[in-house]
């Protein structure tokens, strides 16, 4: 689940760089960081700001998500955001098995998370539905947000 959440932050960020900065100049032309404007910067932190200011009780969890996200390599980001659209891209049945299949995936140490890959490749939707319904999700804290 925090995976998804760095995700889904990360890429609301990079939305919101993209159409900011599209606007202003081509790709290509960008300038690094310190080069930008002020404008530009705040086009890109606007975002963040509004969503640290209005949701107190997450920003314990930004924090770290944005810790964990300059941690990893360009690969390990690259992985991240492919992840992030084959997520979106799910119906709401086969968001519900990933969260599922996550949660205790999380839970399994390295071997079992590969056995239980290989297994779930190799289900049918409903063997899928029913190994669902055997491992449910846990309900999550009433202060992490439904995502």
């Given amino acids: 689940m925090r995976i998804a959440c760095i995700r889904s932050?990360?890429?609301?960020?990079?939305?919101?760089?993209?159409?900011?900065?599209?606007?202003s100049a081509p790709a290509e032309a960008l300038p690094e960081w310190d080069k930008l404007s002020a404008q530009q910067r705040e086009a890109l932190?606007?975002?963040?700001?509004?969503?640290?200011?209005?949701?107190?009780?997450?920003?314990?969890?930004?924090?770290?998500?944005?810790?964990?996200?300059?941690?990893?390599?360009p690969e390990q980001r690259g992985q991240a955001r492919?992840?992030?659209?084959?997520?979106?891209?799910?119906?709401?049945?086969?968001?519900?098995?990933?969260?599922?299949?996550?949660?205790?995936?999380?839970?399994?140490?390295?071997?079992?998370?590969?056995?239980?890959?290989?297994?779930?490749?190799g289900m049918t939707p409903e063997q899928r539905r029913a190994w669902v319904q055997q491992n449910p999700l846990k309900a999550m804290p009433e202060n992490a947000p439904a995502r």
């Fill in 45 to 73: 932190l606007a975002p963040v700001r509004e969503r640290w200011n209005s949701e107190p009780g997450q920003r314990a969890r930004m924090l770290e998500h944005a810790q964990r996200w300059r941690s990893m390599t």
């Fill in 82 to 121: 492919k992840g992030m659209r084959r997520f979106e891209g799910m119906d709401p049945q086969q968001r519900q098995d990933a969260r599922a299949l996550f949660g205790r995936m999380q839970q399994m140490p390295p071997e079992q998370r590969q056995q239980l890959r290989e297994q779930w490749k």
């Fill in 9 to 23: 932050t990360m890429l609301c960020l990079l939305l919101a760089s993209g159409s900011a900065l599209a606007q």
